[in-house]
């Protein structure tokens, strides 16, 4: 799953910490997702988009399996 | 309580547990370090609350699960396959008897099980614990790698 997380913290002037604050994980986990190492759940996807101020699509884009492999 | 600082605390348990199992080994008093260990457990998971610093989420949960679930899966191979040999041990000899009696001819066999023979079968345990300890750790440190936990962070301190 790709995401925007990193261009919204900056828009939004936002450390990894302020934003794991914000959602109650850890900032390691914001960066595992920023990276696209980890999957979030709905849960915490919405929290992410409800904290920009946006929808989640607008965030978070389903990647192809193929697509996927091609960017590795 | 900060998280360094809990971490520091569980060193100093950790010493201090030791210790109490030298002094429970010394004064031929299991009791004093199954107290000691329990309490000393308890109270680690008291303090952990009390950590300001979010330790716990979604992934860590998944990595524990995963990590968890694997050290089941192959421990429970290596369990098996020990208690196996064990058991063919124990039906090699005449069922339903004592130990052998190695005493001198004539005498009594004794009538419970001898100490030393209960502490190799502690020490047994305690090294199929570290075994699991060991395949935890290292499913741990393999999903934590695979889930980011040891990326480049622009904001690692």
Redesign the interface.
């Known amino acids: 799953m790709k995401n925007k997380i990193k261009v919204f913290r900056a828009m939004h002037d936002m450390t990894q910490e302020e934003l794991a604050d914000r959602i109650r994980v850890t900032r390691r986990t914001i960066n595992s997702i920023e990276r696209g190492k980890y999957n979030p759940s709905i849960e915490v996807a919405y929290n992410i988009a409800k904290t920009f101020g946006v929808a989640i699509e607008e965030i978070f884009c389903f990647e192809d399996d193929e697509d996927a492999e091609a960017r590795r | 309580m900060k998280r360094n600082t809990f971490y520091l605390l569980v060193g100093i348990v950790a010493l201090i547990e030791v210790g109490i199992f030298w002094l429970s080994v010394e004064a031929e008093r299991p009791i004093l370090i199954q107290v000691a260990f329990v309490l000393g457990v308890i109270l680690l998971y008291a303090v952990r609350r009390t950590v300001e610093e979010?330790?716990?989420?979604?992934?860590?949960a998944m990595i524990t699960q995963k990590a968890a679930l694997r050290t089941l899966e192959t421990f429970w191979v290596a369990f098996f396959a020990i208690s196996l040999g064990s058991a063919v041990v124990a039906f090699s000899r005449p069922l339903g008897l004592r130990p052998p009696h190695l005493g001198p001819p004539g005498t009594a066999p004794p009538d419970m099980l001898e100490l030393p023979f209960i502490g190799g079968f502690a020490l047994f345990q305690m090294a199929l614990l570290c075994l699991m300890i060991f395949l935890y750790v290292g499913f741990r440190v393999y999903y934590a790698r695979?889930?980011?936990?040891w990326?480049t962070?622009?904001?690692q301190d």
């Open positions: 979010r330790m716990e989420d979604e992934r860590t695979k889930y980011g936990d990326d962070d622009e904001e």
